[in-house]
């Protein structure tokens, strides 16, 4: 079994910055691709950013240029740097990842956090 736990979140102001990680936990064999999706209140969940197992990343165009994407694999930790915020940026922020396990290291499981809220204030 895989866990995903995202910390970071909180109450900040317009303009201000956050760090959000996403640390994977478990019988993990491989991550595969990571990333982070939002849900805004009454909205669908959206992507933010995603990253591959190497350094290709894709962000929303909302995002580019004020939010950044890593991971460090030595860790299983994925991050989100989020500056310049707005808010619109106002959401829960849910960490996602494929993930294969020991028991099944050639099959990919598609795994969830349990989001953590991002509040920015005007």
């Known amino acids: 079994q895989v866990q995903l736990v995202e910390s970071g979140g909180g109450l900040v102001q317009a303009g201000g910055s956050l760090r959000l990680s996403c640390a994977a936990s478990?019988?993990?064999?491989?991550?595969?691709?990571m990333g982070w999706y939002r849900q805004a209140p009454g909205k669908q969940r959206e992507l933010v950013a995603a990253?591959?197992?190497?350094?290709?990343?894709n962000s929303a165009d909302s995002v580019k240029g004020r939010f950044t994407i890593s991971r460090d694999n030595a860790r299983n930790t994925l991050y989100l740097q989020m500056n310049s915020l707005k808010p619109e940026d106002t959401a829960v922020y849910y960490c996602?990842?494929?993930?294969?396990?020991?028991?099944?290291?050639?099959?990919?499981?598609?795994?969830w956090g349990q989001g953590t809220l991002v509040t920015v204030s005007s």
């Open positions: 996602n990842a494929l993930v294969s396990t020991l028991v099944a290291p050639t099959r990919y499981l598609e795994v």
């Open positions: 990253i591959s197992s190497g350094v290709s990343t």
């Open positions: 478990g019988s993990i064999f491989s991550i595969r691709s």
